[in-house]
């Protein structure tokens, strides 16, 4: 066995090399691929607004003024401190909270009643429960129709524009169900918002 050593070593050598070789020409390969067939998700699916990168459609973004469109609510925090930071990409994770949680039935209690004196609602106004609840990322970009039309006569209002148009600009970045099936009809808040910073609703 011992004689035959030099000649294994040089085997596994070679069987080294082919692999790293066959592996460097696969990612080449799927990497021309990607960038040329789907070279917009390949490159994070970014959002451009006056040749400025603003965001990615696949991360969502926080907003506060009421002349936006808000998302969904964001758990993540910041890995170094454990504190809140909404929508960090870099620590994505839910809240972990079950359904009979205390925490979750007052913070989601205290969050519908919030959406509902900032839009206008009724007080037994049905809420979109995507409004109101994390999902397991913690920073997802899409919120739901439904979610984005209670939200049109507060952005409406505060811009000074007719709610009429801005409903109809939803309407337009209605995003159907994956392969007409799965899913829920959505829509992405930063291109929303940033359709209504450009006059999209005027």
């Given at each position: 066995?011992?004689?035959?050593?030099?000649?294994?070593?040089?085997?596994?050598?070679?069987?080294?090399?082919?692999?790293?070789?066959?592996?460097?020409?696969?990612?080449?390969?799927?990497?021309?691929?990607?960038?040329?067939?789907?070279?917009?998700?390949?490159?994070?699916?970014?959002?451009?607004?006056?040749?400025?990168?603003?965001?990615?459609?696949l991360?969502?973004?926080?907003?506060?003024?009421?002349?936006?469109?808000?998302?969904?609510?964001?758990?993540?925090?910041?890995?170094?401190?454990?504190?809140?930071?909404?929508?960090?990409?870099?620590?994505?994770?839910?809240?972990?909270l079950?359904?009979?949680?205390?925490?979750?039935?007052?913070?989601?209690?205290?969050?519908?009643?919030?959406?509902?004196?900032?839009?206008?609602?009724?007080?037994?106004?049905?809420?979109?429960?995507?409004?109101?609840?994390?999902?397991?990322?913690?920073?997802?970009?899409?919120?739901?129709?439904?979610?984005?039309?209670?939200?049109?006569d507060?952005?409406?209002?505060?811009?000074?524009?007719?709610?009429?148009?801005?409903?109809?600009?939803?309407?337009?970045?209605?995003?159907?169900?994956?392969?007409?099936?799965?899913?829920?009809?959505?829509?992405?808040?930063?291109?929303?918002?940033?359709?209504?910073?450009?006059?999209?609703?005027?």
């Amino acid at each position: 066995m011992i004689a035959s050593l030099p000649k294994e070593l040089v085997r596994a050598i070679r069987l080294t090399l082919v692999f790293g070789a066959m592996s460097l020409v696969y990612g080449l390969v799927m990497t021309g691929f990607a960038q040329g067939v789907f070279h917009n998700q390949a490159n994070g699916s970014l959002i451009t607004h006056n040749g400025q990168v603003v965001g990615s459609s696949l991360i969502g973004q926080e907003f506060t003024s009421p002349r936006y469109f808000q998302g969904r609510p964001s758990a993540t925090e910041n890995a170094t401190t454990d504190k809140p930071q909404p929508y960090n990409a870099a620590n994505s994770a839910g809240s972990n909270l079950g359904p009979n949680n205390a925490a979750l039935i007052q913070r989601v209690a205290a969050q519908v009643k919030q959406i509902r004196k900032q839009d206008g609602l009724g007080p037994n106004s049905t809420v979109p429960v995507d409004l109101v609840t994390t999902d397991f990322s913690g920073f997802d970009p899409d919120i739901s129709e439904a979610a984005a039309l209670i939200q049109v006569d507060r952005v409406a209002k505060a811009r000074g524009l007719d709610s009429a148009k801005v409903r109809t600009l939803v309407d337009s970045l209605v995003q159907g169900r994956i392969l007409g099936v799965f899913g829920e009809p959505y829509v992405n808040v930063l291109a929303l918002n940033l359709a209504l910073d450009q006059g999209a609703a005027r």
